[in-house]
């Protein structure tokens, strides 16, 4: 949504219009779902983007490519962080802390699975010591030295292949009770680790436009 004020323009990202069809569920629900959301927009729309530059070159074109992979790679980092429970501050949104994301008490014993799959793929695709997680964050996420003149390879097609089931499988499972946290804030407590995936009694799939 832009609107105008005091002359310059303004972009608002209202996560409720964004790619969701339910209106009431609530923002720490849709932060979650937005980031699965647009990973899969990103992936879904990037060989358009590269075919677009291919057929016509120009630095727009190259722009719009670029744009789309480091924005696969953005959300693709904040998804692993949540679920290789990345927390840092009080805020953010971590699998180990469900009182955050779900309206009802969750059973950290099924949430194991997810994180070892998701802690799985974020070793596969890391690098040069480091995981894909870190490797993201030194690129993306601010200035570095790290960004130097030359192409970094992103296997973008295995991240996705290997991260999508994980987050079919978090909505299949927790997709109905995906909500507001409650209002006490503090951690969560830590996950066992001789846990084995777990399924749920009445699993429900969340809304989508597509």
Not at 5 to 16: F, N, R
Not at 72 to 87: A, C, E, P, V
Not at 135 to 159: D, K, L
Not at 162 to 171: A, H, R, V, W, Y
Request: glycine content about 8%; charged content about 25%; aromatic content about 8%.
């Amino acid at each position: 949504m832009c609107t105008s004020v005091h002359g310059k323009i303004v972009l608002a990202l209202d996560l409720q219009l964004c790619l969701r069809q339910s209106t009431e569920m609530p923002n720490r629900s849709l932060t979650l779902l937005y980031e699965i959301d647009m990973l899969r927009h990103c992936k879904r729309t990037l060989n358009g983007k590269r075919k677009a530059h291919d057929e016509q070159p120009s630095d727009e074109t190259k722009a719009e490519f670029y744009l789309c992979i480091e924005g696969f790679l953005l959300h693709m980092r904040n998804l692993l962080g949540f679920f290789t429970n990345q927390g840092t501050w009080v805020s953010d949104l971590i699998i180990n802390r469900p009182d955050r994301w779900a309206i009802e008490d969750v059973d950290l014993a099924k949430c194991q699975g997810l994180i070892n799959s998701a802690e799985a793929v974020n070793k596969k695709y890391g690098e040069h010591g480091k995981d894909c997680y870190k490797n993201i964050s030194q690129h993306i996420q601010h200035c570095t030295t790290f960004r130097g003149p030359g192409a970094r390879w992103w296997n973008i097609e295995g991240m996705f292949a290997d991260l999508d089931p994980i987050l079919q499988e978090f909505e299949h499972r927790f997709g109905g009770i995906l909500a507001e946290s409650r209002d006490v804030e503090k951690p969560g407590p830590k996950a066992k680790e001789d846990f084995s995936l777990v399924g749920t009694d009445s699993p429900t799939d969340p809304k989508r436009l597509f």
